[in-house]
């Protein structure tokens, strides 16, 4: 039998590491022939994962790393490259099925490269499609290939979305934990830590999502994706917060009828089905155990605390370069938090002064046009950072 051609670009991350595991217990590499691993500057474990999964490529963004890399696979007889070029090269190797789960605006240029070359591309990089949008998918069209969300609401979503019954949908329906703030007052919120945030109750993530779902970033970004993924109006999208992360997204119809995706809170869920489609193969994860769970809650997102919502929605009503602008200025905001620059309601006061100053709207764009936003939005987010400063411990 022949064995299906992979690429896993971010291998070293969170949702890179799952996918990993999930190769690993269905067989490894005498059911996969892996193409390439990408990582960014995590040597050790990039150096592990290539010496059991023998890729044709590796590759490291960080140039600095490159020499610390070669050396701890010093006579393993593997091609190893360092740089953005090597990582953006990676991404259009010959493959079947690649995972696009570099985090950031860093993954848009080697997303783009593995959009471009066909085959199934699993995509666990929201940028691509709230930072470049119609112009990412047009690259999935333009390279024939099939884009599988690997969020676990946008996979849910996908699951359960009727493609035969667009008519009749009436909402979708994605689900939030609310995160470690979920019940804080702002006052208590304005003085957290970057510890504090990244304590995600439920999910086992990387340092920069978890500060997101804190913020509800991660889930206003969700929100954009959403409506790119999937044949709706904006207004037909809403959050839910629902604790305990086992509902992952919903779709309701016109009659009432409600369908819901249910799964216990892994990413090697998702991951596992992107990684069968379109046949579903078993994933090493728990079983939902009803009777244990006993409760499902859900209430409305308090958007005055959490107002990265608000803000989705109204990029999504300007359209055009104002979504690039928002995940630009977020990016730019979440590093001044993590360098304890602001304090984490200055995260979102800073996306709202950006998208206020450059005011970017409905105008048709293309990939440099997204390029030249994302920079932009960084720069006055960064200025604006510290122009802010407050002093934290």
Same mark, same amino acid.
Request: with cysteine; hydrophobic share 50%.
């Given at each position: 039998?022949?064995?299906?051609?992979?690429?896993?670009?971010?291998?070293?991350?969170?949702?890179?590491?799952?996918?990993?595991?999930?190769?690993? !217990?269905?067989?490894?590499?005498?059911?996969?022939?892996?193409?390439?691993?990408?990582?960014?500057?995590?040597?050790?474990?990039?150096?592990?994962?290539? !010496?059991? @999964?023998?890729?044709?490529?590796?590759?490291?963004?960080?140039? *600095?790393?490159?020499?610390?890399?070669?050396?701890?696979?010093?006579?393993?007889?593997?091609?190893?490259?360092?740089?953005?070029?090597?990582?953006?090269?990676?991404?259009?190797?010959?493959?079947?099925?690649?995972?696009?789960?570099?985090?950031?605006?860093?993954?848009?240029?080697?997303?783009? /490269?593995?959009?471009?070359?066909?085959?199934?591309?699993?995509?666990?990089?929201?940028?691509?499609?709230?930072?470049?949008?119609?112009?990412?998918?047009?690259?999935?069209?333009?390279?024939?290939?099939?884009?599988?969300?690997?969020?676990?609401?946008?996979?849910?979503?996908?699951?359960?979305?009727?493609?035969?019954?667009?008519?009749?949908?009436?909402?979708?329906?994605?689900?939030?934990?609310?995160?470690?703030?979920?019940?804080?007052? !702002?006052?208590?919120?304005?003085?957290?830590?970057?510890?504090?945030?990244?304590?995600?109750?439920?999910?086992?993530?990387?340092?920069?999502?978890?500060?997101?779902?804190?913020?509800?970033?991660?889930?206003?970004?969700?929100?954009?994706? /959403?409506?790119?993924?999937?044949?709706?109006?904006?207004?037909?999208?809403?959050?839910?917060?629902?604790?305990?992360?086992?509902?992952?997204?919903?779709?309701?119809?016109?009659?009432?009828?409600?369908?819901?995706?249910?799964?216990?809170?892994?990413?090697?869920?998702?991951?596992?089905?992107?990684?069968?489609?379109?046949?579903?193969?078993?994933?090493?994860?728990?079983?939902?155990?009803? *009777?244990?769970?006993?409760?499902?809650?859900?209430?409305?997102?308090?958007?005055?605390?959490?107002?990265? @919502?608000?803000?989705?929605?109204?990029?999504?009503?300007?359209?055009?370069?104002?979504?690039?602008?928002?995940?630009?200025?977020?990016?730019?905001?979440?590093?001044?938090?993590?360098?304890?620059?602001?304090?984490?309601?200055?995260?979102?006061?800073?996306?709202?002064?950006?998208?206020?100053?450059?005011?970017?709207?409905?105008?048709?764009?293309?990939?440099?046009?997204?390029?030249?936003?994302?920079?932009?939005?960084?720069?006055?987010?960064?200025?604006?950072?510290?122009?802010?400063?407050?002093?934290?411990?």
């Amino acid at each position: 039998m022949t064995r299906r051609r992979v690429t896993l670009m971010g291998s070293t991350g969170s949702v890179g590491a799952n996918a990993v595991d999930v190769i690993r !217990r269905r067989g490894g590499i005498e059911a996969y022939e892996v193409v390439a691993l990408t990582g960014g500057r995590n040597v050790a474990v990039l150096a592990e994962q290539a !010496r059991e @999964l023998r890729p044709e490529l590796t590759a490291i963004q960080d140039e *600095a790393a490159w020499p610390a890399l070669k050396e701890a696979l010093a006579g393993e007889g593997l091609r190893i490259e360092a740089g953005d070029a090597a990582v953006e090269a990676a991404g259009g190797l010959p493959a079947d099925w690649r995972l696009a789960a570099i985090v950031g605006a860093a993954g848009l240029r080697p997303s783009l /490269a593995a959009a471009r070359a066909g085959g199934v591309l699993a995509l666990a990089n929201k940028e691509c499609l709230v930072a470049a949008g119609e112009a990412f998918l047009a690259a999935v069209e333009q390279g024939g290939g099939k884009l599988i969300p690997v969020d676990s609401e946008h996979s849910a979503l996908f699951q359960i979305f009727e493609a035969d019954q667009i008519k009749a949908v009436d909402r979708l329906i994605v689900t939030a934990s609310g995160g470690p703030f979920r019940e804080w007052s !702002r006052e208590r919120m304005d003085s957290a830590t970057p510890e504090q945030a990244a304590a995600h109750p439920n999910w086992s993530m990387g340092l920069k999502i978890s500060v997101d779902s804190a913020s509800l970033f991660n889930k206003a970004l969700e929100v954009i994706e /959403a409506a790119r993924l999937f044949p709706v109006r904006p207004d037909q999208i809403e959050v839910l917060v629902h604790p305990q992360s086992v509902v992952h997204a919903m779709v309701g119809y016109a009659d009432g009828s409600v369908l819901a995706h249910l799964g216990a809170p892994d990413m090697r869920t998702p991951i596992a089905y992107a990684l069968g489609w379109p046949e579903r193969i078993p994933a090493p994860t728990p079983k939902l155990d009803f *009777a244990a769970l006993s409760r499902l809650d859900f209430q409305a997102p308090d958007e005055a605390r959490f107002p990265a @919502l608000r803000l989705a929605r109204e990029v999504l009503e300007a359209g055009g370069l104002a979504p690039c602008a928002l995940n630009g200025a977020k990016e730019a905001a979440l590093e001044a938090f993590l360098e304890r620059r602001i304090g984490f309601l200055d995260m979102a006061a800073a996306v709202e002064a950006t998208l206020e100053a450059l005011a970017p709207g409905g105008e048709a764009y293309d990939l440099q046009d997204v390029f030249a936003m994302d920079a932009r939005a960084r720069r006055f987010a960064t200025d604006w950072t510290h122009d802010h400063r407050r002093a934290f411990a």
